[in-house]
């Protein structure tokens, strides 16, 4: 695992270890309860690296809960999963060491209130990764550049916008030169006009490469980045397939129905 | 106008000394003693020796604070007797019920105070020869001229001191009178209850009652005293060392004047023989009193501030522990934090200041240096530790939850989590809660006194017990105790906006 030290995001030089079968990230029959409700019924999703997978349905389908499942936040009440060749759950991992390694960017931001800019990126590249301070920085002022931040890099959260805070969020954990980036509903909270400086840092970063999961409700741009799009809805994947398969030829009559309502 | 079958014995205040020199020697240095002192030995056996003397804070004019040192007449008789004697004292003020407890605790050598011989008494205590002989007298307020004796209280209150005499008195005569009796703890406190009209007669000791009267307490008596016979019984193990001595000298101060001269010095000259009331002390104004009062006024404000401090520093760390094993993931460390907060918040201040301080020696069999500032120190802090763990408790849970999401994702640990990104928000979410807390524990060290700790309440006690002035002196203490705590507020409001910026 290497923490960055390269101003350029990601595509470490070390190949990340996948399992057999090349998956970065492969799940398998997942199911998850809140007390009595189930609300992953049996889900298999296998990622390779460089795929941008979009995951898009009716809110309550469970696409959070799964995204949170594959970095340990939430842990499933059933079946396996394996990142980076890292069994989540197994005795002898370590969930911080897995979690270094995939990014994950929240609706909310989820910034440190209480630290600049700055500090809330480099906390954990000299926290946890054990970076100096001052080569902390100044990746954290290239990876500012990358999101379009740099002057802002000794401001504190609360002065910043939301669209801002995002792209700060997503600097963050970038820093830690992850091999998989999860985008949790990124663009949710944000004004309309925000959304476009979101979306073009997330469009950069699948360019580069980066392998991405989103949750989404933004289709149009859905489907111009994904390498592939899964449809839930109701804690199962309904149907998955190219942008072009899901969005020009649904096959089922749910995913039909769900399309009429967003497009 | 009482009956006369109703005898009331109390020997009053010597009796009490002794107690204590006889149960250290059978306790404490028992063993060593027992062998090598009958009775001759017994003046060498205490000649040099120092002990610890236990003493009531507030019974003027047997001892009271005059200018901060403490007077009166058991004061100055046991000062003569251990001259006489050839021993030192160490005299510590501490109340009358919390002398005997820290004589049964070994905290004390001796008790003096007045105190009636009883039977019950004597099976725990070994008491000295009496020296004074006391009796019930019942006072009005000055200007009451309705009430003159006994048949006149029909209906009325009539307030007495907690586990005196005069109550055991009061009680015994109140159905016949038709009158009500309300205890209250010092004198002090019944002598206002008299001037406020909250109660219509005070029944007391006629030597307290005639030094109040002395220095203006606004009370005149109006019955005569009610003798209390001496009960001469022999004392049990009166061929003790300690005791003897005691004896001893008592009476080589009644054979040369001094006892007398004592009691003069406090009554008046005509208080051996009559109950008249004494000639009245002429009063000193408010600015005077001011000033008289305001060295050792002083000094217990120190002691306030100085063991706030201390238990408040080490409440925050009890806080602060129990609180995070209280949101620990550890359910063994969550249940001992549950224990602690609902053991301490669900349990009086008081009663852990007398465990500490009374019954943890007694459990060790042995007293314990400076044992009532640390037992002070323990009860204020874990008392105040239990609502501190709840504050961080709280505020810990009060920060989002996105917040620890964001941190763990990061690849921090939960240790790094909470020590950099979620307790510095709680602690800043904490902190108007946590200086309430220290506000709370400036006036709740107030309780303390009821130990014999000298803060700023005690040394008021200890004013007004002997100078009557409970309203002026109580208005100074209130205004220290604003001063001090929105002092306290406002550093404390200073290092929150330092820390938490």
């Given at each position: 695992m290497s923490a960055a030290t390269s101003a350029t995001i990601h595509t470490s030089t070390t190949p990340s270890p996948a399992d057999a079968d090349g998956f970065v990230v492969d799940a398998r029959d997942l199911h998850r309860s809140f007390g009595s409700t189930e609300v992953i019924k049996g889900i298999d999703l296998q990622v390779r690296k460089g795929e941008v997978v979009c995951i898009i349905g009716p809110s309550g389908a469970g696409k959070s809960t799964l995204l949170r499942c594959l970095n340990g936040l939430e842990t499933p009440t059933s079946g396996t999963i394996v990142v980076n060749g890292h069994h989540l759950g197994g005795r002898k991992t370590n969930i911080d060491k897995v979690r270094e390694q995939i990014?994950?960017?929240?609706?909310?931001?989820?910034?440190f209130p209480n630290m600049s800019?700055?500090?809330?990126?480099?906390?954990?590249?000299?926290?946890?990764?054990?970076?100096?301070?001052?080569?902390?920085?100044?990746?954290?002022?290239?990876?500012?550049?990358?999101v379009n931040m740099q002057e802002k890099v000794d401001a504190m959260p609360a002065s910043l916008s939301g669209g801002q805070k995002q792209r700060v969020a997503i600097a963050r954990a970038l820093a830690m030169d992850p091999d998989i980036m999860l985008f949790d509903e990124a663009t949710s909270a944000l004004d309309p006009e925000?959304?476009?400086?979101?979306?073009?840092?997330?469009?950069?970063?699948?360019?580069?490469?980066?392998?991405?999961i989103l949750v989404t409700h933004e289709m149009?741009?859905?489907?111009?980045?994904?390498?592939?799009?899964?449809?839930?809805?109701?804690?199962?994947i309904d149907e998955q397939g190219t942008p072009e398969q899901v969005f020009e030829h649904p096959q089922s009559e749910r995913l039909q129905s769900f399309l009429s309502k967003v497009l | 106008m009482q009956p006369a079958r109703t005898q009331w014995r109390k020997q009053s205040r010597l009796v009490k000394v002794v107690m204590s020199?006889?149960?250290?020697?059978?306790?404490?240095?028992?063993?060593?003693?027992?062998?090598?002192?009958?009775?001759?030995?017994?003046?060498?056996?205490?000649?040099?020796?120092?002990?610890?003397?236990?003493?009531?804070?507030?019974?003027?004019?047997?001892?009271?604070?005059?200018?901060?040192?403490?007077?009166?007449?058991?004061?100055?008789?046991?000062?003569?007797?251990?001259?006489?004697?050839?021993?030192?004292?160490?005299?510590?003020?501490?109340?009358?019920?919390?002398?005997?407890?820290?004589?049964?605790?070994?905290?004390?050598?001796?008790?003096?105070?007045?105190?009636?011989?009883?039977?019950?008494?004597?099976?725990?205590y070994d008491f000295s020869e009496p020296?004074?002989?006391?009796?019930?007298?019942?006072?009005?307020?000055?200007?009451?001229?309705?009430?003159?004796?006994?048949?006149?209280?029909?209906?009325?209150?009539?307030?007495?001191?907690?586990?005196?005499?005069?109550?055991?008195?009061?009680k015994s005569i109140a159905k016949q009178y038709g009158f009500t009796v309300h205890s209250v703890d010092q004198s002090a406190t019944m002598y206002e209850m008299v001037k406020s009209g909250n109660a219509s007669a005070v029944f007391d000791d006629y030597p307290v009652l005639a030094y109040g009267i002395s220095q203006n307490n606004g009370l005149k008596t109006v019955t005569p005293k009610k003798p209390e016979l001496l009960r001469h019984r022999g004392e049990q193990g009166q061929e003790r060392g300690a005791a003897q001595s005691i004896n001893a000298g008592l009476a080589e101060l009644k054979s040369s004047g001094e006892y007398d001269r004592i009691l003069d010095r406090y009554l008046g000259k005509t208080s051996s023989s009559s109950a008249k009331t004494p000639v009245k002390a002429s009063q000193p104004s408010f600015w005077q009193l001011v000033q008289s009062s305001m060295p050792a006024l002083a000094q217990g404000l120190r002691n306030t501030l100085i063991i706030t401090v201390l238990a408040f520093t080490l409440?925050?760390?009890?806080?602060?522990?129990?609180?995070?094993?209280?949101?620990?993931?550890?359910?063994?460390?969550?249940?001992?934090?549950?224990?602690?907060?609902?053991?301490?918040?669900?349990?009086?201040?008081?009663?852990?200041?007398?465990?500490?301080?009374?019954?943890?020696?007694?459990?060790?069999?042995?007293?314990?240096?400076?044992?009532?500032?640390?037992?002070?120190?323990?009860?204020?802090?874990?008392?105040?530790?239990?609502?501190?763990?709840?504050?961080?408790?709280g505020s810990i849970r009060s920060v989002d939850v996105g917040q620890t999401e964001g941190a763990r994702s990061l690849g921090l640990t939960y240790g790094q989590t909470l020590r950099r990104v979620v307790l510095p928000q709680a602690i800043k979410i904490a902190t108007p809660s946590i200086i309430n807390q220290l506000?709370?524990?400036?006036?709740?060290?107030?309780?303390?006194?009821?130990?014999?700790?000298?803060?700023?309440?005690?040394?008021?006690?200890?004013?007004?017990?002997?100078?009557?002035?409970?309203?002026?002196t109580l208005l100074m203490v209130g205004i220290l105790y604003f001063i001090a705590i929105t002092f306290l507020t406002w550093l404390a409001n200073i290092a929150d906006r330092r820390l938490n910026k």
């Open positions: 990014g994950m960017v929240f609706q909310h931001f989820n910034l800019v700055c500090d809330n990126i480099t906390l954990a590249p000299t926290l946890v990764a054990k970076i100096p301070k001052d080569k902390a920085r100044a990746n954290a002022l290239r990876l500012l550049e990358l925000m959304v476009g400086d979101v979306l073009a840092v997330i469009r950069r970063l699948a360019q580069q490469g980066m392998t991405m149009a741009f859905a489907r111009e980045v994904a390498t592939r799009v899964i449809f839930t809805d109701g804690g199962v | 020199f006889l149960i250290a020697l059978a306790a404490v240095a028992g063993f060593a003693m027992a062998g090598a002192a009958p009775a001759s030995a017994a003046e060498s056996s205490v000649k040099g020796k120092s002990f610890t003397i236990a003493t009531d804070t507030t019974f003027a004019p047997f001892e009271f604070r005059e200018h901060g040192k403490l007077v009166g007449i058991d004061m100055d008789m046991i000062r003569a007797i251990a001259k006489d004697q050839g021993f030192s004292i160490q005299i510590q003020s501490l109340g009358f019920n919390a002398a005997l407890q820290a004589l049964s605790s070994n905290q004390a050598d001796a008790v003096i105070a007045g105190m009636s011989v009883t039977d019950e008494r004597k099976q725990i020296y004074f002989e006391s009796g019930v007298q019942m006072a009005v307020a000055e200007g009451n001229t309705t009430i003159k004796g006994y048949g006149d209280l029909k209906g009325k209150t009539v307030t007495v001191k907690t586990g005196s005499s005069s109550e055991i008195y009061a409440a925050l760390i009890i806080g602060m522990v129990f609180g995070l094993m209280r949101i620990s993931p550890n359910p063994a460390a969550n249940w001992l934090a549950r224990i602690y907060v609902s053991v301490f918040r669900g349990t009086p201040l008081l009663v852990w200041a007398f465990f500490f301080y009374f019954g943890i020696p007694q459990l060790v069999g042995h007293a314990l240096p400076n044992w009532l500032w640390i037992s002070s120190l323990f009860t204020l802090s874990l008392n105040s530790g239990s609502y501190l763990t709840e504050i961080i408790r506000v709370i524990m400036i006036k709740d060290s107030s309780l303390l006194l009821t130990i014999g700790f000298a803060d700023l309440l005690y040394q008021a006690q200890q004013l007004y017990a002997a100078n009557f002035r409970v309203t002026e």
